[in-house]
């Protein structure tokens, strides 16, 4: 079957740096999406990764090693508005998104 | 990019009774989804909504029970039907175009208490 998993719960403090992982199994692989969503509200687009490496974009980078099914979402300068839902998704050969459970991540002053 | 809105944003509902959440892409797309999110749980896909021809259900999930609409490339329609408070949920409409690297986009939701 296909899986994704997350670690359910982070804690982080204000202006540190966090990272949350995710590993997957899938049947085939175009691609891995980080989302955001805050409570109450839908999920926004955060990266995409499909070649193994590194992708940054301000104080967000995600990182891909498809032959570990492996990527992680690295947050650094943390704010409170961080605090939220960090969903990890995998594209699959039918190009369907397969959802991991999400990651909360709660941010302390 | 797709902006996506939906209606209602929420409603109560009693047991036994329908109803339809109508979702609206302001671009042209490829894929429109629905999901279900249950609170502090993560996404559901109940099917992908095909213009002009039935949905696609995922395992789980029936039309009789969520029969879904797309008359066109903009819009698409839910409904939920013969609720019960099992079906209490956040239900999100959701745009794609069909490359790999195409983000899918994501309306407000639709908050559904049945009581």
């Known amino acids: 079957g296909q899986n994704i998993d997350q670690p359910t719960e982070m804690t982080a403090t204000e202006g540190a740096i966090v990272q949350i992982n995710c590993t997957y199994q899938?049947?085939?692989?175009?691609?891995l999406f980080w989302y955001q969503q805050h409570a109450g509200e839908a999920p926004t687009f955060l990266s995409y990764?499909?070649l193994d490496g590194l992708e940054e974009k301000g104080r967000f980078s995600s990182f891909l090693s498809r032959s570990k099914g492996y990527s992680y979402l690295l947050l650094k300068e943390l704010q409170m508005k961080d605090s939220a839902s960090y969903l990890c998704?995998?594209?699959?050969?039918?190009?369907?998104?397969?959802w991991g459970a999400g990651t909360k991540l709660i941010i302390k002053p | 990019s797709a902006v996506i809105s939906q209606k209602p944003s929420r409603d109560i509902c009693q047991r036994g009774t329908s109803l339809t959440i109508q979702c609206q892409v302001d671009?042209?797309?490829?894929?429109m989804f629905w999901y279900r999110q249950q609170p502090g749980q993560s996404l559901t896909l109940i099917a992908t909504?095909?213009?002009?021809?039935?949905?696609?259900?995922e395992s789980g999930f029936v039309i009789d029970k969520f029969p879904i609409s797309r008359p066109n490339l903009t819009f698409s329609t839910l409904t939920v039907s013969n609720m019960s408070p099992e079906d209490s949920s956040i239900y999100l409409c959701?745009?794609?175009?069909?490359?790999?690297?195409?983000?899918?986009?994501f309306g407000p939701g639709t908050r559904l208490t049945v009581t």
């Open positions: 990764n499909v």
């Open positions: 899938t049947s085939g692989f175009n691609g």
């Open positions: 671009s042209q797309v490829t894929m």
């Open positions: 998704a995998v594209r699959d050969s039918n190009y369907q998104l397969i």
């Open positions: 959701s745009a794609s175009g069909t490359s790999g690297s195409d983000e899918q986009y």
């Open positions: 909504a095909n213009q002009g021809s039935e949905a696609t259900y």
